[in-house]
């Protein structure tokens, strides 16, 4: 009769290791522990302090330890910034960023594609340098001008005024991430794919794009907190609170109710809200994209 015992694998690995092999024991690096301790209090301390702030009364909040759960919650900050035209200043948000974000992803896909396609092609390589010359040249060097086209144009206090410079802000940037990942995909697939009779537009559609699905969502991702969180393009190109995008109305709100912190904290709150969403959303795809050529 044979009886059969279970063995811990790490006794067992320990046993049958060779005889002049020493064990290697990882010891622990006490300086990066404390470290990250120190930097996630950093990180969290601020975030609890304006989610807990949000919820007290104007009373409690200078009654109250300021770190200390409210001992009687309350909605009503929440209340008096949506009184506030905050459903306005949200939809006014969504629109610039959605209008500014499709167009600017999709031309600089369009034109990352044709830029590595074009092998060596002149006009698109003195294109692809015209598009790195955007990066060298800050946006606050370029609002004078800016703002004498859109007078120029007529759109000065529309929501067009802020959608055409996001997308020219965006597409520099997005042109030079997506052309690196475009150039990752083998040349064999492109070449198998003008074998089968496919056509350029449908090499892009359907080779390109969903190879480098997670490099467009991380650009896509990007512009749009960048367009979400913008603040001077707003404040030089529009006048009418009608037409006030979330940060500026923020801005506006504060200097309002600057002595109630609790409804002040109660409206960046609800302005960060959208962020956490688009990132909990494009969470997997954006690391995805950040992290990839980090294992070639």
Known sequence: MTTTLAKDPAQA???????????????????AGTASWIWLAIVIVPIYWIVITSFKAQSDYYAENPLAPPS???????????????????MNSVIVTVGAVVPAVAVSFMAAYAIVRSGRGRFLRYTNSMFLMGLAIPHQAT????YLIIIKLGLYDTPMALILPSIAFSIPLSVLVLSNFIRDVPKELFES?????????????????????????TVTIYNALT??????????LTQSPEQRTLPLALWTFQGQYSVNVPAVLASVVLTTLPILVIYVVGRRQ???????????
């Open 72 to 90: 009687n919650p309350t909605l009503a900050n929440y209340q008096l910034v949506i009184e506030s035209d905050f459903v306005r200043y949200f």
């Open 227 to 236: 367009i979400w969180n913008g603040f001077l393009l707003p404040l030089i």
């Open 193 to 217: 794919m003008r074998l089968d009779g496919a056509s350029e537009l449908g090499t892009l559609w359907n080779l390109a794009l969903p190879l480098t699905r997670p490099a467009v969502v």
């Open 143 to 146: 609002i004078i001008p800016i």
């Open 13 to 31: 690995a320990a046993r049958h290791a060779a005889p002049g092999q020493k064990r290697v024991t990882r010891r622990p690096n006490w300086v």
């Open 286 to 296: 954006l690391l995805a994209g950040l992290t990839a050529g980090f294992g070639k």
